[in-house]
Structure formats: structure tokens, C-alpha cells
């Protein structure tokens, strides 16, 4: 069983920055690879960044490619995503969620991932 909790939402203008953490418990989070979705009201959970268990392959959907940057600290079970020139279309609940080291699937697709957690809100205002 692994525990997740989401924070560091928040408002923020558009062109202003965020960092997000999201704090993992259990016996073997640091084994497992690592998502951040989001969803935005009227729309389908999407993949935004994810990471291998040891941090040397992350992957970016296209539309926040070069202004989030996703990381992980295993020594500290945590995760996070730095969100630079934010834009108002990056309005959304973000979650994060953890993919466990036997699956094998695409690390875009959410249901490779097994635990998630509640989500925080990120506002964007134009």
C-alpha cells in the first residue's frame, strides 16, 4: 500500500510559477514510478509529466514540455513538479500517482497507475 499527498497548489498569475510535492508513504514507494495528472472541469484526467523510480527517464506531455520540469527525491519518498510560465489553461486539479515496478504499459496511460492521491487545486488567472 502506498500513501499520497498532493501540495503545494495554489492561485497564481499567468506567466507566475509553482512547485508542487507530493509526499509518498509505504514500504516500497521509492520503487515505484511516479505520474502527475491533471483535470480540469469538463475534461478527461491527462497525463502532464512522469518519472522512472530512479529519476534517469521522465516523459512530458507536449503542452508543458519545456515550462515543468518533474523530479524525485527517493531519500525523502517525494516527488515534484516545477511549473514555470504557467498559462491559464494549466487550471486544474493535479494529482499525483504511482505506477507500481511490475507494470510494463505506456507511463501515459492512467490506468498504469495504481495509487493516487486527493489532488490540489492550481488557478491560473489571465
Known amino acids: 500500500q502506498v500513501q499520497l499527498v498532493e501540495s503545494g497548489g495554489g492561485l497564481v498569475q499567468a506567466g507566475g510559477s509553482l512547485r508542487l510535492s507530493c509526499a509518498a508513504s509505504?514500504?516500497?514507494?521509492?520503487?515505484?514510478?511516479m505520474g502527475w495528472f491533471r483535470q480540469a472541469p469538463g475534461k478527461e484526467r491527462e497525463i502532464v509529466a512522469a518519472i522512472s523510480w530512479i529519476g534517469s527517464n521522465t516523459y512530458y506531455t507536449d503542452s508543458v514540455k519545456g515550462r515543468f520540469t518533474i523530479s524525485r527525491d527517493n531519500a525523502k519518498n517525494t516527488v515534484y513538479l516545477q511549473m514555470n510560465s504557467l498559462k491559464p489553461e494549466d487550471t486544474a486539479v493535479y494529482y499525483c500517482a504511482a505506477r507500481p515496478p511490475y507494470y510494463s504499459g505506456s507511463y501515459f496511460n492512467p490506468d498504469e497507475y495504481v495509487y493516487w492521491g486527493q489532488g490540489t487545486q492550481v488557478t491560473v488567472s489571465s
Open positions: 509505504g514500504r516500497t514507494s521509492s520503487s515505484y514510478a
